[in-house]
């Protein structure tokens, strides 16, 4: 069989894949529906090639995509970066030897859930299954349909707030510990050196090995990519690591990006940075790529052939 890894690199790239996932769960319910339509229950369409088979050391088998998403440090809201079907690794309390006065740990509560999610927790009937408890699911009460599309329509701010999938323990990857803000991560520089010049970039190609090395015959990797801030320089250095290690894997690369990035800067100081940034983007990551598919607003690409110093 002929595999296919996903890897989403940035806040927007993860958002439309939790949409792409969420697809792929809607068809693999139809698939299993003696009620749906003749259509959906194609045996020509497998599944297998984007997700893998697994099971939790209970042995309960699972079926998660075969992905691996990167992005900031509390992008996951209230979903565990370990997903949600293998459960929590304790972790042992750090010794500190150069303190001997005491310690105080301050720690922050869990988000909770949104309705959606807690809706996903009612009509699965294992409270276990998507680690849901009585604080964050009421099991004897319903969620009316009304009250789900207003929480979806009003209250996401996260791209885990209306994903449907259950994710492996290697699939969510945050950046934590940068020295910047997430407003001035904002540039390839930045991006590139998070991600050569830290541990970041050896914990990432490690899970990229998890996935690749249990493929039969890998066909290709999907990549999504927001490359209107500093995570393009983070799928710039990924990337030519794939092509120095994994030279016979070819990769699809979408570039998306989000209309705020199509806003007018406000100096022409960030202007010219955002045009040096998207040339040096564009050239380095259609580089590594064998098709290279921009996907956003029609201002974007004129804004792209346009520091590209390209007329049509």
Partial sequence: MKELVTIQVGSYANYIGSHFWNFQDEL????????????????????????RSGETQQGIPTYTPRLLSIGFQGSLGSVSSRGTLYGE????????????????????????????????????????????????ADS??????KDIVDS???????????????YHPKSLYEFSGLWTDIENFNDYGI???????????EEIKERLRF????CD???????????SGGFSGVAGEFLENIADEYTNIPVLLYSVRSPASSLDSKSRKQTISRN????????????????????GLPSLGEMKVGCLGISV
Avoid at 28 to 51: C, H, K
Avoid at 140 to 145: C, I
Wanted: aromatic share 8%; hydrophobic share 35%; net charge negative.
């Fill in 211 to 214: 996935f690749l090395e249990e």
């Fill in 217 to 227: 015959l890998i066909q290709g990797i999907q990549f999504i990519v927001d490359d």
């Fill in 28 to 51: 693999l319910g139809l698939a299993d529906s003696t009620e749906s339509d003749e259509i959906f229950r194609n045996n020509n369409i497998n599944m297998d090639v984007i997700y």
């Fill in 89 to 136: 690794v304790p972790t042992a309390p750090v010794e500190t030897l150069t303190w001997t006065g005491s310690i105080t740990t301050h720690a922050s509560e869990p988000l909770k859930k949104n309705l959606f999610l807690q809706s996903l927790c009612l009509e699965e009937n294992e409270s276990t299954s998507r680690g849901c408890d009585s604080s964050n």
């Fill in 140 to 145: 004897q009460s319903e969620v009316q349909d």
């Fill in 191 to 201: 991006g590139r050196d998070s991600f050569s010049g830290s541990p970041h970039g």
């Fill in 152 to 166: 979806l329509e009003n209250e996401v701010e996260h791209w885990t707030d209306f994903s449907k999938v259950h």
């Fill in 276 to 295: 040096l940034h998207d040339a040096v983007s564009f050239s380095r990551l259609s580089t590594f790529s064998k098709l290279i598919v921009p996907v």
